[in-house]
Nanobody, 123 residues
Framework: VQLQASGGGLVQAGGSLRLSCTTS????????VGWFRQAPGKEREFVAA????????FYGDSVLGRFTISRDNAKNTVSLQMNSLKPEDTAVYYC?????????????????WGRGTLVTVSS
């Protein structure tokens, strides 16, 4: 089982980044996929999740209206478009595959995790 997150980098406040998570087809085609983040000294935080077929999405309160999650099962990819970035968005971002088809805000509901990608937002 492999997940690979990419697309992180350094951006100024107000800017945008697009993260991608590539998953193995067998793993993720029937499962929800989520994004979490962890800033230094803080607990892991739920960011967004998308159902197995892309039919439903939900977001953490701190990113609602600024971030958009999407998936392309044909390409085994889940993306996170991040707009209007703020310094407090600085964190390592992780993608994860859920145990179920519709996702959860709870990290314990995710069974496979990829290596994170660092997002740094400067003020």
């Amino acid at each position: 089982v492999q997940l690979q997150a990419s697309g992180g980098g350094l951006v100024q406040a107000g800017g945008s980044l697009r993260l991608s998570c590539t998953t193995s087809r067998r793993t993720a085609s029937n499962n929800a996929v989520g994004w979490f983040r962890q800033a230094p000294g803080k607990e892991r935080e739920f960011v967004a999740a998308i159902a197995w077929n892309g039919g439903s999405t939900f977001y953490g309160d701190s990113v609602l209206g600024r971030f958009t999650i999407s998936r392309d099962n044909a390409k085994n990819t889940v993306s996170l478009q991040m707009n209007s970035l703020k310094p407090e968005d600085t964190a390592v971002y992780y993608c994860a595959v859920s145990r179920g088809s519709y996702g959860s805000r709870l990290s314990s509901e995710y069974q496979y995790w990829g290596r994170g990608t660092l997002v740094t937002v400067s003020s």
